[in-house]
């Protein structure tokens, strides 16, 4: 069905992906105008990761749902606020048994997967005693208290684990981001520290030509605006510039056609102008900024045009977009290498961070070398011991041979019996 091809990515994804089996409105286009047009099969298409660590018993949940005749009509009648308060999770209780013993089967399933997590954690941590019961409730995606069955209660806590999880990715990966960068910086400081006077004048004037060089680049069209877009038409789908009809460019970008532009489609748009920026052979050019300056770009894309906040662009609201003044006359867009991402107390509040970090790895190590030196001094003095018996065994051997006693095994016993 078509709406598993926009599995949820943000906020109430998950449920506009069962809504979205409502067809879009056909839009006509001459396909004759259009580069490399294949048609696309949207059953094909697979969901993208949703980067949750529950994202797989998502999906599978799910695809089970979706087999349920009922449930479908419900969430195809149910409104957004419905779903988020939890009304329709209350219609799981008339679903089908077979479909409700297939999600007893994947609760059960995905709660022995974080009882082995927790395990593997507290293992690598040397704890015993475990309280699974106890640790499952740091996971707040199902119902700890009933690890058997899937009721209600668990589809609710999924749907708002899923949207308050995804409401904060974006933010996170703008964290994750921040300090790439400034341990980028910090380990840079490092590096010139270890290096003689001259050295580092040479190494600090190559930092600031790389700089220029990047900075180095033609003008980045603002995301979201006529410009940008008509550049997409122009050169990604080969369509005369003077022919751009919004209407056309969304159904030709919506590729499921599904009747939206998801995050995936969105970000697809912004290819052009990051090329502009960065290219892989280029050593000043960094990859992972690339990715933070897409994120950016769909972040302002969706702000600007995504009136309902759901994540997801409708055709109304893209053409209501396009008669805005911003369409037309937009402001200039700032790269990255026009920003800063941290100020000097931050860098040096991150590298106190890293220093106990690193404190406390060189504490655990000392630790674990003392151990290991500990354990090495028992098995030499095991070994002397085990020498010292195997000398003193061979010493009483050899009197036994001098007082003509035969020799005995390791029990005692006679090796052989003497002669009668």
């Known amino acids: 069905m078509r709406w598993r091809t926009i599995l949820p990515q943000y906020c109430l994804l998950l449920i506009t992906c069962l809504l979205s089996a409502f067809e879009a409105v056909p839009i006509d286009i001459d396909k004759t105008k259009v580069k490399n047009t294949e048609p696309v099969e949207s059953a094909k298409i697979e969901p993208p990761d949703t980067g949750l660590y529950y994202d797989e018993y998502l999906k599978q949940v799910i695809d089970v749902l979706e087999t349920d005749k009922y449930f479908r009509e419900k969430l195809q009648k149910a409104d957004i606020e419905e779903i988020k308060s939890g009304k329709l ?7 089908s048994h077979h479909v ?21 954690k507290m293992d690598s941590l040397q704890d015993t005693g475990i309280d699974h019961q106890a640790l499952l409730k740091q996971f707040d995606h199902l119902n700890h208290m009933n690890p058997h069955t899937f009721e209600s209660t668990d589809l609710d806590m999924l749907i708002k684990a899923a ?15 921040k300090k790439y960068e400034m341990l980028k910086e910090h380990e840079r400081r490092e590096y010139l520290k270890t290096l003689n006077e001259e050295k580092r004048k040479e190494e600090e004037s190559k930092f600031e030509e790389m700089k220029k060089k990047h900075e180095n680049h033609p003008k980045v069209n603002h995301p979201g605006s006529k410009d940008q877009l008509k550049e997409v038409w122009e050169e990604a789908d080969g369509l005369d510039p003077n022919d751009f009809d919004p209407k056309t460019f969304f ?16 970000e697809a748009l912004f290819t ?7 290219d892989p052979k280029n050593e000043e050019d960094d990859m992972i900024e690339m990715e933070e300056e897409r994120l950016r770009m769909r972040e302002h894309v969706m702000n600007e045009i995504d009136a309902n906040k759901d994540r997801l662009v409708t055709l109304e609201e893209f053409l209501r977009a396009t008669e805005k003044k911003e369409f037309l006359e937009p402001e200039s867009w700032e790269t990255l290498d026009q920003q800063q991402f941290f100020t000097e107390e931050e860098l040096k509040e991150y590298e106190n961070h890293i220093s106990l970090q690193e404190d406390e790895l060189r504490k655990k190590a000392d630790e674990l070398q003392k151990q290991k030196e500990e354990l090495q001094r028992q098995h030499d003095q095991l070994q002397a011991q085990k020498m010292e018996f195997h000398q ?15 020799p005995s095994g390791p029990a005692g016993e006679l090796k052989f019996q003497p002669r009668m």
């Open 89 to 95: 999770s209350k219609e799981l209780d008339l679903v």
């Open 100 to 120: 409700r013993t297939k999600l007893d089967e994947l609760k059960r399933q995905e709660v022995a997967r974080l009882r082995m997590l927790i395990k593997a």
């Open 163 to 177: 949207t308050s999880d995804l409401e904060h990715y974006d933010k996170t990966r703008h964290e994750e981001f």
């Open 251 to 266: 159904k030709l970008h919506d590729v499921n056609n599904d009747g939206f532009l998801d995050e995936q489609e969105l």
């Open 272 to 278: 052009k102008e990051l090329e502009k920026v960065y």
């Open 392 to 406: 003193a065994v061979q010493q009483m051997e050899q009197k036994k041979l001098q007082q003509g006693i035969p």
